[in-house]
């Protein structure tokens, strides 16, 4: 990847926080959250369909990074995995239908701007699921954009939904069980909170190693890794 980032990619990114920040400000987002939480805990096994579709759905349009945390936070490591696992799957094959259909046109005119992805196109058509995998793995197009963009591609559903559900198992571990330990952490005695932090820290560690071998191998295949700030909203 290259280390000189164009100056509108850096005001893009710091004006797509900016609204993020002016829309948690405006709305009641931790409100709702903790809504959600209290409601999930109280609905025993119907909170994991709750949480799993509703995850489904937010990721559809934004992000859902905080909802990963929260599944570690309220159902634990194995509980939670299961359910951002489930949810994150169930965006990715909807954006990614989704693309091959009703918004065909608008993905495509949207991808059009991004050439850098052309070359992610041509590798999925030789390699197909491994290198949606890789995608996936080392993260090198936002999580939401991809979804969406490999609609576009040649691969067939079931490789895709396979390579997917792999490649996004690394990085979701690590989240759910960040979530898991900082809800633990207000419990826990001295020493088991070293034993989350240092659990955590090696996760995330182990989690940036694998990101890199596989931009690497991103790379050795003709698709050269790029980060693309904004996302495509589907309407």
Excluded: H
């Excluded at 164009?6 to 409100?31: E, K, M, Y």
């Excluded at 369909?49 to 945390?69: D, E, K, N, R, S």
């Excluded at 990614?96 to 059009?112: D, Y």
């Amino acid at each position: 990847m290259k280390k000189d980032v164009p100056f509108l990619r850096i005001a893009i990114g710091i004006a797509v926080l900016a609204a993020a920040i002016v829309v948690v400000r405006l709305l009641p987002v931790s409100q709702w959250l903790t809504q959600l939480q209290t409601y999930v805990r109280g609905a025993g096994a119907l909170g994991y369909v709750v949480y799993t579709i509703v995850y489904a759905i937010v990721g559809l349009f934004f992000p859902a990074v905080v909802l990963t945390v929260g599944a570690g936070a309220i159902f634990g490591v194995i509980g939670g995995t299961l359910v951002a696992l489930a949810g994150a799957t169930l965006t990715a094959t909807t954006a990614f239908l989704l693309a091959r259909t009703v918004l065909r046109s608008r993905v495509e005119r949207f991808v059009a701007s991004r050439p850098k992805f052309a070359a992610v196109d041509r590798a999925v058509a030789r390699d197909g699921a491994r290198i949606v995998l890789l995608v996936r793995l080392a993260a090198v197009f936002p999580f939401l954009f991809v979804n969406y963009a490999f609609g576009l591609t040649g691969i067939k559903t079931g490789p895709y939904v396979l390579a997917t559900v792999l490649g996004i198992l690394p990085a979701g571990v690590v989240f759910v069980y960040l979530g898991a330990a900082g809800a633990a952490l207000a419990t826990q005695t001295a020493a088991a909170k070293a034993v989350l932090i240092a659990g955590a820290v090696i996760a995330v560690i182990v989690s940036i190693f694998i990101s890199r071998l596989a931009a690497r191998a991103i790379r050795e295949a003709g698709a050269d890794p790029l980060q693309e700030p904004v996302i495509p909203p589907p309407s």
